[in-house]
Structure formats: C-alpha cells, structure tokens
Nanobody, 114 residues
Framework: VQLQASGGGLVQPGGSPGLSCAAS????????MRWYRQAPGKQREMVAV???????NYADSAKGRFTISRDNAKNTVYLQMNSLKPEDTAVYYC?????????WGQGTQVTVSS
C-alpha cells in the first residue's frame, strides 16, 4: 500500500488548510485511517482517527478545530484544519491500517506563521 499526501505548506495563523492522503496499491479493506504529526524536537502524536464506518476520535489539541473524513471509494482520508495556531506547525503524516498492518505516508509540512 502506498500513501500520497498533499496539502499543507505555509499558512497564516487562523488559516484553514486541508490535507488529503490517497492510498493505492494492494488495497483490500482499509480499516482505520489516521493523521499524525511531529513537531520539531517532539514525538510523533496522533491527531485524529476515523474508522471505516466513520467513527472519529481526536487529540485534545485538535478537538473543535480539525475534522477528519474519508472517502472509501477513493481510499482517501482528509484532514480539514481550522483556526490554526503556530503550535500546529509540524510534519503531518497519514497512516492507514489494513489487515493489522500499518502503512505511512511520506509526510507533508504545515508551517503556521505570519
């Protein structure tokens, strides 16, 4: 399974960018899809997760500002981010789970700065 993320870049505080991540390759049935992020000098942390059925869960830092969604027909997961803060600056990674294996995207940089 290969994951291709897009979106991100330089965003002003308060901005609302969106990320997307498309899975391709040997796809049978992707279960959970997740977004993680890793800020400089910090550990990678999970931001949001969505099950195949659409149930979601968010890190406290993302609740109320970020929305994760997915399109099962396109094997794509999205992350809509609103009201971004400088502390949201990080490399964002998508992750999908299939048959108890986890696959990672290459990461996309989101920098929140004026």
């Amino acid at each position: 399974v290969q994951l291709q993320a897009s979106g991100g870049g330089l965003v002003q505080p308060g901005g609302s960018p969106g990320l997307s991540c498309a899975a391709s390759g040997s796809i049978f049935s992707i279960s959970a899809m997740r977004w993680y992020r890793q800020a400089p000098g910090k550990q990678r942390e999970m931001v949001a997760v969505i099950t195949r059925g659409g149930m979601t869960n968010y890190a406290d830092s993302a609740k109320g500002r970020f929305t994760i969604s997915r399109d099962n027909a396109k094997n794509t997961v999205y992350l809509q981010m609103n009201s971004l803060k400088p502390e949201d600056t990080a490399v964002y990674y998508c992750n999908v789970e299939q048959l108890r294996l986890n696959y990672w995207g290459q990461g996309t940089q989101v920098t929140v700065s004026s």
